[in-house]
């Protein structure tokens, strides 16, 4: 029953880690609550919104439509070699490398370590009034990503027609630029917007904090990853990473340098007085080195208390030559020199205190003072640490709507990367986060399950899904104990008395696992003719026939229940 009892168990514990594959897949293939469901798994259709809600939306599936709209640049880079500077980097539209579904296509950057540019007019443009900014899109670094960047750059104003796009550069304003950056170890996910000056008109450069959480996985898995940003009228703003924030703030306060210079600042013209005293402490002038200060005493001096311990052995050496050690057949003291026993710890110096040369030890010198320095008492000139005046900032301004900011009208990809194959696909900009998610969902969404489904076999995806919900183990876990339970009892659990019953009057015992069919027919003949009283002797003398003649041993049942030795018929 052992080993039936085993099999039993270990299929019980494969139901329960199937039932929880089974959670696993449903809760992989919904997002955000909502379960994706398609009647052919391969089946995608181009995400589809109301051109009315949206300022852009570009799936990349359409190759007439995308040269209509996408313009590349001729322009030349500013500021480098001139063999360099030109925008000369290929911008195709191509199938994933990795084929997720048929007619899926994206905007994939086919070159590495050239400088590529390529921009589309928004449908209208956008202006910073009260309705919230929403930019998304996804990334596919298909090889990785070692050095260069995968953002997008929405451009300012001034940029309103295809000439412009033309001459689009790394100098064209823009208002905000948004995505992840990479070069050795140095992962970002930027945020920048560019703020303008309420007082002088001048434009600077803002930052976005770091992330709250390590992306590294986004720059090497070769995966589509989905990237949102969310920017708000009250000046707050949202980053999320497939559909998980990992960066979120205020425009006022979360960027550097801030929007808002300080009130006051250090006098520019403020200058520390030559005789201003910043020393807290100085040398008591006033202080001599005493008479008895010796500075060319010893730190330490030979312990004149020392004595040299009886039995010293001062002859004796405490290395001595090996004399057991044998000069090698083919030492040559031409070429190698004299030959010379290694040394070895000797003897003679085990058993006494000590060997050779006796020195007496050294000890600290008691009159040992060391350099005479004076000692440190207040200045009585300290004036404390110095610090320019503070006066008023002649350039403070104070701008509480951050997020007005220089209005859209057209996005574009300006980059430069050392891994080629960059894909982009489903660029969306509205003014509405309901109309990104159901974009995302069409898209995105769609992808990542198509994915899950091809990549993660049941228990795979089991294992991935008790990762992410470690309450799992605990279902698992109680689930098994009670099928155990509930299967050891049905096994192991008490008798019937009928059955007991029925067992005593048979007589009969459960046969040896060992015990062959003819062993069983013999044995019961025998056990027949002991309850009459006298043995059958046609079937005792019998002999089998040659062909059944079984050689296997004796067996004893001792302790079997009837009392009786069972013998195997034997040939005479």
């Known amino acids: 029953m052992a080993p ?31 379960t994706v469901e398609t009647e052919d798994e391969d089946q995608y259709h181009s995400p589809q919104v109301s051109p009315n809600k949206v300022y852009l939306a570009e799936h990349f599936d359409d190759e007439n439509s995308f040269k209509k709209k996408w313009v590349k640049s001729e322009a030349k880079k500013q500021g480098v070699d001139e063999n360099i500077a030109k925008y000369d980097g290929k911008w195709e539209l191509q199938t994933p490398t990795r084929k997720i579904f048929k007619g899926d296509m994206g905007l994939v950057l086919t070159t590495e370590a050239k400088h590529a540019a390529i921009s589309a007019l928004l449908n ?9 900014l929403v930019v998304q899109y996804e990334v596919t670094m298909q090889e990785g990503q070692n050095c260069g960047g995968a953002y997008i750059k929405l451009l300012s104003k001034g940029t309103n027609t295809k000439a412009d796009l033309q001459k689009f550069h790394d100098q064209t304003p823009y208002t ?9 170890n140095d992962n970002k996910l930027h945020f920048i917007f560019r703020h303008k000056n309420p007082k002088n008109g ?30 708000r009228p009250d000046n707050t703003f ?18 550097t340098p801030p929007v808002n210079p300080p009130e006051e600042i250090d006098d520019p013209d403020d200058k520390k007085p030559d005789d201003w005293d910043e020393r807290e402490k100085i040398v ?49 003291e031409d070429m190698d020199g004299e030959w010379e ?47 320019p005046r503070r006066v008023r900032n002649p350039h403070y301004f104070r701008d509480d709507r951050p997020y007005r900011m220089t209005p859209i009208h057209a996005v574009g990809f300006e980059l430069w990367s050392m891994s080629p194959m960059l894909l982009f696909d489903n660029l969306i900009i509205t003014d509405d986060v309901a109309v990104a998610e159901q974009w995302a969902m069409q898209s995105f969404a769609l992808k990542k399950a198509k994915i899950s489904r091809d990549s993660d076999s049941v228990v795979e995806r089991a294992l991935k899904f008790a990762g992410e919900n470690p309450w799992i183990y605990a279902v698992v876990i109680i689930g098994s104990f009670i099928v155990v339970g509930f299967l050891a009892y049905m096994c192991c659990g008490p008798k019937s008395d009928s059955d007991g019953d029925l067992k005593k009057s048979d007589g009969v015992t459960e046969d040896d696992p060992q015990q062959s069919e003819g062993e069983a027919e013999a044995e019961a003949g ?35 229940g009837d009392g009786h030795r069972k013998r195997k018929p034997r040939k005479e």
């Open 124 to 132: 209208k443009p956008f202006e910073f009034n009260d309705r919230p």
């Open 4 to 34: 039936v009892r085993r099999n039993v168990l270990i299929s019980c514990a494969l139901l329960v880690l199937l039932g929880t594959a089974s959670v696993s897949t449903a809760a992989e293939d919904s997002e955000d609550g909502v």
């Open 238 to 255: 949202s980053i999320m990473v497939d559909n998980k924030e990992v960066n979120a703030g205020s425009l006022l306060e979360d960027f």
């Open 202 to 231: 001048t434009v600077e450069e803002k930052h976005s904090k770091k992330p709250s959480q390590r992306l590294d996985d986004i720059y090497k898995d070769k995966e589509p990853h989905l990237y949102t940003l969310i920017v």
């Open 284 to 332: 008591d002038p006033t202080a001599t080195k005493p008479e008895d200060w010796d500075e060319d005493a010893p730190a330490q001096i030979v312990d004149p208390n020392a004595v040299k311990p009886d039995g010293w052995l001062d002859d004796e050496p405490e290395m001595i030559p090996d004399p057991a050690a044998v000069k090698p057949s083919d030492w040559d």
């Open 176 to 184: 905000i630029m948004f995505g992840p950056d990479k070069c050795g």
């Open 341 to 387: 026993a290694p040394l070895i710890d000797n003897p003679k110096c085990t058993a006494a205190p000590g060997c050779g040369q006796w020195k007496p030890p050294t000890i600290p010198n008691p009159n040992y003072k060391g350099p005479w320095r004076a000692p440190l008492v207040a200045n009585p000139h300290y004036r404390g640490r110095w610090a």
């Open 526 to 560: 025998a056990e027949a003719g002991a309850e009459a009283g006298r043995p059958r002797k046609a079937d005792l003398d019998a002999e089998p026939e040659p062909d059944e003649v079984d050689t296997t041993p004796l067996v004893d049942t001792d302790g079997a």
